[in-house]
Each structure stands twice: as C-alpha cells, then as structure tokens.
T-cell receptor, first 114, second 113 residues
Framework: KAGVTQTPRYLIKTRGQQVTLSCSPI?????VSWYQQTPGQGLQFLFE???????NKGNFPGRFSGRQFSNSRSEMNVSTLELGDSALYLC?????????????FGPGTRLTVL | GENVEQHPSTLSVQEGDSAVIKCTYS??????FPWYKQELGKRPQLIID?????GEKKDQRIAVTLNKTAKHFSLHITETQPEDSAVYFC????????????FGGGTRLMVKP
C-alpha cells in the first residue's frame, strides 16, 4: 500500500498571505489528523477529520481550518499568515476514530513565512 | 486536557549500551501509548505501542513498559546501534478524544560508535 502523501513538500509565503496544504491518506483509511511541528512547541494537534466532518480541534486560532473530501483526502488552510506559522505540517491517517487506531504520518509540508 | 512530559530531552550513549526514555501523562482515561522515531528530515514512524490493558511489550531490541497507577510509561532500547540515533516521541490518546495524539517534547538520542 502506498503511504500517506502530502503536497507540496515545501512552501515559502509572506506574511498576510494564505496557504492550502493537501494530504492523501493510506487507501482505506478514513481518519485524517493534522499536526504542527516546531522546534519550540514540538508536535501539536491541529484537527481531525472523519467522514468529511471535523471531529476534534486543537488549540489553534480560527485562521487554521481544514476539510475532508468524500475520498478521505484532506486539506488544511491557513489564512493571514504570521511569521510564527513557519513549521512542518504533518498529516496522519488511520483506519478510524478509535484511540487505539495507529496513526501513520506523511512526510510533511515545510512552510516558511517571510 | 492531556499533558505528556518526556525525559530526558537529550540522551547520549555508547554503541551497545541501553537507552531508557520516560514519559508521564496526566489523563487517567488515556488508553493508548505509541512511540514514534523521527530521523532528521523524515516523517515520524511508529516503532512500538502499548495499550492500557498491557504492562509490557517487546519487539526485538525495543520494549515499552506502562504503569497505569503512576501514569508513566517508558521506552527501552537495548544493544543500541548508530542507526538508532534519532528523535523519539512518546504520545498518549484516549477514547474521549477520538484519535488525537498528545505528544511529549521528544528525546534526541545519540549513539556514539
């Protein structure tokens, strides 16, 4: 099976712009979660989608949003970019919503905000 | 919400020695504890996990122990090799929070040849 894929792998944006990141889960996986990874804050949960519905949301401002399509692919959007949004954005897919469902990570999208 | 603390933040060992990384969690409802290894520039990869109804799990040179009463769990790597050098993250999740993982701050393990 192909693993989790993310596009693009690298992005450079300027403050105030917006960005959309894409994640394709492992075939058959219906849950997609997004995480932000920074040297200072580590890995932080952004949100989780299952069956096109947001099931859980982390403690991030409303500038961070996402959605999931009927084929389980997911996108996340960050509007009005700030310098502090520079990070590695990782998505992870799992079969379902159970806490014990293993999450498999994609390679991430490295976002740099100038 | 859940809070996971991980120690130490860096760990240096000689090749062949053992390495132990410890994590504590706050939410008694947490019931799943995975460990991820992240090499430089790569994605986090699951190396071992443990469920709350199990006290210990082994997979070759890697083992994880869980003490539910004390709310802590540990990763043990025996006979370390240079390719074990990476950042290791512990995490916890509970059925109350769907699939959300709360991660520890990470441990940078360096294995010196």
């Amino acid at each position: 099976k192909a693993g989790v894929t993310q596009t693009p792998r690298y992005l450079i944006k300027t403050r105030g712009q917006q960005v959309t990141l894409s994640c394709s889960p492992i075939s058959g996986h219906r849950s997609v979660s997004w995480y932000q990874q920074t040297p200072g804050q580590g890995l932080q949960f952004l949100f989780e989608y299952f069956s096109e519905t947001q099931r859980n949301k982390g403690n991030f401002p409303g500038r961070f949003s996402g959605r999931q399509f009927s084929n389980s692919r997911s996108e996340m959007n960050v509007s009005t970019l700030e310098l502090g949004d520079s990070a590695l954005y990782l998505c992870a897919s799992s079969l379902g919503l159970a806490a014990t469902d293993t999450q498999y990570f994609g390679p991430g999208t490295r976002l740099t905000v100038l | 919400g859940e809070n996971v603390e991980q120690h130490p933040s860096t760990l240096s060992v000689q090749e062949g020695d053992s390495a132990v990384i410890k994590c504590t969690y706050s939410d008694s409802a947490s019931n799943y504890f995975p460990w991820y290894k992240q090499e430089l520039g790569k994605r986090p990869q699951l190396i071992i996990d443990i469920r709350s109804n199990v006290g210990e799990k082994k997979d070759q040179r890697i083992a994880v122990t869980l003490n539910k009463t004390a709310k802590h769990f540990s990763l043990h790597i025996t006979e370390t090799q240079p390719e074990d050098s990476a950042v290791y993250f512990c995490a916890a999740s509970s059925n109350n929070a769907g699939n959300m993982l709360t991660f520890g701050g990470g441990t940078r393990l360096m294995v010196k040849p």
